[in-house]
Nanobody
Framework: QVQLVESGGGLVQAGGSLRLSCGASGSIFSINDMAWYRQAPGNQRELVALITSRGSTNYADSMKGRFTISRDNAKNTVSLQMNSLKPEDTGVYYC????????????????WGQGTQVTVSS
């Protein structure tokens, strides 16, 4: 099995910065895309940023220029640097990874972390 563990959430004032990290462990053969999603109270989970195994990135429009996603393929980690935070960035942030396990290298499945709370005060 595969486990994703996030860290780095917390409370920050508007305009501040936070860095989220996520590590994947377990029976990993390879990881395709890694991503961060956000779920605000009363809202559906939405994509924040995605990074492919080759380092190509994609951001939600409202995060462009403020957030930066990065990954370390050797360590199976993905990070999200969040700058110029706004109150509307508040929510639970989830790490996501598309993983091929050693038991099923021909099939990639989605795995999720438990989520980390980010609260931005005005």
């Amino acid at each position: 099995q595969v486990q994703l563990v996030e860290s780095g959430g917390g409370l920050v004032q508007a305009g501040g910065s936070l860095r989220l990290s996520c590590g994947a462990s377990g029976s990993i053969f390879s990881i395709n895309d890694m991503a961060w999603y956000r779920q605000a109270p009363g809202n559906q989970r939405e994509l924040v940023a995605l990074i492919t195994s080759r380092g190509s990135t994609n951001y939600a429009d409202s995060m462009k220029g403020r957030f930066t996603i990065s990954r370390d393929n050797a360590k199976n980690t993905v990070s999200l640097q969040m700058n110029s935070l706004k109150p509307e960035d508040t929510g639970v942030y989830y790490c996501n990874a598309e993983v091929r396990t050693r038991l099923a290298v021909w099939f990639a499945d989605d795995y999720w972390g438990q989520g980390t709370q980010v609260t931005v005060s005005s």
